[in-house]
T-cell receptor, first 109, second 114 residues
Framework: GQNIDQPTEMTATEGAIVQINCTYQTSGFNGLFWYQQHAGEAPTFLSYNVLDGLEEKGRFSSFLSRSKGYSYLLLKELQMKDSASYLC??????????WGAGTKLIIKP | DADVTQTPRNRITKTGKRIMLECSQTKGHDRMYWYRQDPGLGLRLIYY???????NKGEISDGYSVSRQAQAKFSLSLESAIPNQTALYFC?????????????FGEGSRLTVL
């Protein structure tokens, strides 16, 4: 079956760096997405990786290794507003998105 | 104004009632999706539509039906609501050109079935 694994919850300190990992097993691969979701709100797009390597976008970076079925989202200079859930999703061979359960990130002052 | 609008935003209903959740979009996207989200679970696909004449079941379509009235409108119906359909429901759109692309989500409809 298809599976996306990511930690349930992480805690980090304001101003620090945190890495949220995502591993996947899917039938085919057509890209990996990261979304941010604040409590009770809609998910919003953060990044898309289809080739191996690091994509940097401001304080956020996303890395992909297709051979390892692995991605991570790196958040730098953490701010309190970064407290949210981070959703990893993989597009499979049928171009359907398979979603992880999300990682709840708690930022402490 | 939001590009993807869901109504109602919150609804409390009783077991056995018929419920319709509506989604409209101004993004001009061909593809529309209905997901439900439950605590501790990932987003799960209920139904999706790639154009007005195209309707497809997702992984959890039982107990739900949809209607794509126009390119801009995609409605989700629960013919006879049951308590385990209590969840947060999201509509999403995606451009039809190309096979990749981010999803744009509505603000969500929180449904409680008593």
């Amino acid at each position: 079956g298809q599976n996306i694994d990511q930690p349930t919850e992480m805690t980090a300190t304001e101003g620090a760096i945190v890495q949220i990992n995502c591993t996947y097993q899917t039938s085919g691969f057509n890209g990996l997405f990261w979304y941010q979701q604040h409590a009770g709100e809609a998910p919003t797009f953060l990044s898309y990786n289809v080739l191996d390597g690091l994509e940097e976008k401001g304080r956020f970076s996303s890395f992909l290794s297709r051979s390892k079925g692995y991605s991570y989202l790196l958040l730098k200079e953490l701010q309190m507003k970064d407290s949210a859930s981070y959703l990893c999703a993989v597009m499979d061979s049928n171009y359907q998105l398979i979603w992880g359960a999300g990682t709840k990130l708690i930022i402490k002052p | 104004d939001a590009d993807v609008t869901q109504t109602p935003r919150n609804r409390i209903t009783k077991t056995g009632k018929r419920i319709m959740l509506e989604c409209s979009q101004t993004k001009g996207h061909d593809r529309m999706y209905w997901y439900r989200q439950d605590p501790g679970l990932g987003l799960r696909l209920i139904y999706y539509s790639f154009d007005v004449k195209d309707i497809n079941k997702g992984e959890i379509s039982d107990g739900y039906s949809v209607s794509r009235q126009a390119q801009a409108k995609f409605s989700l119906s629960l013919e006879s609501a049951i308590p385990n359909q209590t969840a947060l429901y999201f509509c999403a759109t995606q451009p039809g050109t190309g096979d990749t692309g981010e999803l744009f989500f509505g603000e969500g409809s929180r449904l409680t079935v008593l």
